[in-house]
């Protein structure tokens, strides 16, 4: 999924001409995936499309059918949304949403609803809602009763500690069960959440909860990462130290060390001992229900705030129809809290699945850890990033052989373009009849525009689909749509998992600015992307790091698919960077496999792999090593602030340690600043 945080200013000017890419109408590729015909007539997609046929008396042969009423009819299709997965609501809607344009657009006015009632209405009360798995191979099950019960319990004592709606609760923590409770129990009572992982300390957490006031803040004592416990105590008492908001604190040992002699905060065991049974406040449609962060490379992390009922209605979309799952389906999506996926994870819970928390390193004690989680819980959704695939190809994994993957039904891939080749890795080394659903979209609307459907083929690197309800569209420079041509990813219709507003943007015109001030009225996301003439979509890379070539824009994405696919290199990033005396360069910088080196021979392989399979234009400048490559706490290639360095900014302003995997990483791309070194190897 080519998930991209953040939502700021885009840089490129309105106009800019898109990457080079395919023209006119092409022929569809063969498929990589087809849907067995007797398992999509029972899919739950094509329960809804019966739904609708039922209730309007129309009929959609196709998905692409479907599709077309869903964004031409937005009233008849979010009505038949929320009437199909039964929404429940104290007080019924006015309407489905009224005539004002984006973002301005309300929904379901009237409506009073709250989402962790709707998570926790499901279930037989002892089969699994929580399976928790710690990296040493800890293993808890937590049935729904259960669940129902912390819940319950710590929903009563925030209330017991002044907690009403619209106060901020806050957690600080690895992605276990107690996270899981915490955001359910602040749902519950109508206070909004916000998570932060340990991975970041506590200046990086702060920066982000400064800016709410939170009331509650939940810390845990540690964490466990590829092998090792992190002590986070101190971190937790400075990050206590720098809310002066807080109320009370609470101690969670996912660690199990002890606590200071003095330390007054509340304790986990104590906070979740009663029996109360949830009490759900109902609360208005738009209220809101989270906060979540960009990656904060570009300045302090934005808060973008999402509601109760607009994750409500999408999520039980994208999860019950696009994803297809359903009671008792065990959903495994490697994530952690600072990530919208912890939240689409969590959301599970909305569907009836069983949802599996991994809290670890997937590569820890080797590439096939998620494999091995996959075959023990009988995983029928398994959600991975593009790097761990490739990081199993390369490590020659046999997954479909190795492991007892037979109830795995859909491979979900976020977090970058996935390259073509993964898809028939997958096919011929995970399972013939494993569905690849890669997704893009973002935390920008904690959901998802395009991606796989269980009733449409799969295309090596293409995505199967726009969603159902996305009016997703290309744009050329003149703001018309475009088809089999690279153009501007725009949504022309609004959703209602559109942020209801940043924080801290009283006014509105950070929001304004950030999506609609390019097309006034319509979603500019900052991709670049291609609707083929055989209906899916293709991602080629962010519009705000585009490469020129001679006026020419390329996508950094079409560089990756080739260049990720040689066995030499581990990893690679590139960037295009104007200069100050007026030059362009355009480097590519490698990691290399450990035992290889970058000789002449292999930039010439490299380059001979850009042309033949990208283009000549596609070939940079020059190749370099690097020891490290940078990324944001999601993963993904920080390629903006390599850039920005290049182009000589000091690092303080490129982005802060905390937004940052590998902070020394970054800071030695400063030796680039000004542009290529002074004697940098000729390209072949």
């Known amino acids: 999924m080519a998930v991209h945080s953040g939502a700021g200013a885009h840089e490129d000017a309105p106009g800019a001409r898109p990457p080079a890419g395919p023209t006119g109408p092409a022929a569809a590729p063969p498929p990589v995936w087809s849907p067995d015909p007797a398992t999509a007539r029972h899919s739950r997609i094509a329960r809804f499309t019966e739904f609708v046929a039922r209730r309007t008396g129309t009929t959609h042969p196709d998905y692409a059918s479907l599709w077309q009423w869903s964004v031409r009819d937005l009233d008849g299709f979010w009505s038949a949304i929320w009437d199909f997965f039964r929404i429940r609501s104290t007080h019924a809607p006015d309407r489905v949403l009224d005539d004002t344009p984006m973002p301005g657009t309300r929904w379901f006015p009237g409506a009073h609803l709250n989402y962790a009632e709707h998570a926790l209405r499901g279930g037989s009360p002892t089969r699994s809602a929580v399976v928790s798995v710690s990296e040493d191979g800890t293993t808890t099950r937590t049935s729904w009763a259960e669940l129902r019960r912390q819940v319950g319990a710590l929903a009563a004592w925030l209330r017991r500690e002044g907690v009403t709606p619209g106060d901020r609760v806050v957690g600080y923590l690895p992605n276990t069960l107690h996270s899981v409770v915490a955001f359910l129990a602040t749902a519950a009572v109508g206070a909004v959440w916000s998570a932060c992982g340990q991975d970041y300390g506590a200046q990086g957490a702060a920066a982000r909860f400064t800016q709410l006031e939170p009331v509650i803040l939940f810390a845990a004592d540690g964490y466990r990462w590829n092998g090792k416990e992190h002590d986070r105590r101190d971190e937790s008492a400075e990050l206590h130290r720098a809310l002066p908001t807080l109320r009370r604190t609470v101690r969670i040992p996912c660690l199990g060390l002890p606590q200071p002699p003095h330390d007054h905060a509340a304790r986990w065991e104590e906070v979740t001992a009663g029996s109360e049974e949830p009490v759900f406040v109902p609360l208005p449609f738009d209220a809101p229900l989270w906060v979540l962060f960009s990656s904060g490379t570009t300045g302090v992390p934005k808060g973008i705030v999402h509601g109760h009922g607009g994750i409500l209605v999408d999520h039980h979309k994208l999860l019950g129809l696009h994803l297809d799952l359903g009671p008792g389906d065990p959903f495994l999506w490697y994530t952690t809290p600072n990530w919208m996926m912890w939240n689409l994870l969590v959301s599970g819970l909305l569907v009836d699945a069983t949802i599996v928390l991994y809290d670890g390193s997937p590569g820890h004690p080797g590439p096939h850890r998620l494999w091995e989680l996959a075959a023990e819980h009988r995983v029928t959704v398994l959600g991975v990033s593009p790097g761990y695939l490739l990081a199993s190809a390369r490590a020659g994994l046999e997954p479909g052989r190795d492991q007892d993957l037979s109830r795995l039904r859909t491979l979900g891939s976020t977090g970058a373009p996935l390259p073509a080749a993964c898809y028939h890795w997958v096919r011929d080394h995970v399972g013939a009849g494993v569905q690849v659903a890669s997704t893009t979209g973002g935390t920008d609307i904690a959901s998802g525009f395009a991606g796989g459907v269980p009733t449409v083929p799969v295309w090596p690197g293409e995505m199967s689909a726009p969603l159902l309800g996305v009016a997703l569209e290309a744009w050329d420079a003149d703001g018309s749509p475009v088809v089999d041509e690279v153009g501007e990813l725009v949504v022309t219709r609004p959703l209602p998992s559109m942020p209801l507003a940043f924080w801290n943007?009283?006014?509105?015109?950070?929001?304004?600015?950030?999506?609609?001030?390019?097309?006034?009225?319509?979603?500019?996301?900052?991709?670049?992307?291609?609707?083929?003439?055989?209906?899916?979509?293709?991602?080629?890379?962010?519009?705000?790091?585009?490469?020129?070539?001679?006026?020419?824009?390329?996508?950094?994405?079409?560089?990756?698919?080739?260049?990720?696919?040689?066995?030499?290199?581990?990893?690679?990033?590139?960037?295009?960077?104007?200069?100050?005396?007026?030059?362009?360069?355009?480097?590519?910088?490698?990691?290399?496999?450990?035992?290889?080196?970058?000789?002449?021979?292999?930039?010439?392989?490299?380059?001979?792999?850009?042309?033949?399979?990208?283009?000549?234009?596609?070939?940079?400048?020059?190749?370099?090593?690097?020891?490290?490559?940078?990324?944001?706490?999601?993963?993904?290639?920080?390629?903006?602030?390599?850039?920005?360095?290049?182009?000589?900014?000091?690092?303080?302003?490129?982005?802060?340690?905390?937004?940052?995997?590998d902070f020394d990483a970054l800071a030695y791309f400063t030796r680039f600043a000004g542009g290529a070194p002074p004697h940098p190897h000729p390209v072949r």
Do not use: C
């Open 505 to 661: 943007d009283p006014d509105g015109s950070r929001y304004l600015d950030a999506y609609f001030g390019t097309y006034p009225g319509v979603w500019r996301h900052g991709d670049w992307m291609t609707r083929t003439s055989h209906g899916s979509v293709i991602v080629s890379g962010r519009s705000d790091s585009t490469l020129n070539r001679q006026g020419v824009r390329l996508g950094s994405a079409d560089i990756y698919a080739v260049v990720d696919e040689l066995p030499q290199l581990r990893e690679s990033l590139v960037i295009g960077a104007e200069l100050p005396d007026g030059g362009y360069w355009m480097p590519l910088f490698v990691v290399m496999e450990p035992g290889h080196e970058l000789t002449d021979d292999v930039r010439a392989d490299i380059n001979a792999a850009i042309r033949t399979e990208a283009s000549p234009r596609h070939v940079p400048d020059t190749i370099l090593a690097v020891p490290a490559l940078p990324h944001t706490r999601t993963g993904k290639r920080m390629e903006v602030p390599v850039k920005r360095l290049v182009q000589g900014a000091p690092i303080s302003q490129v982005a802060g340690r905390e937004a940052v995997d």
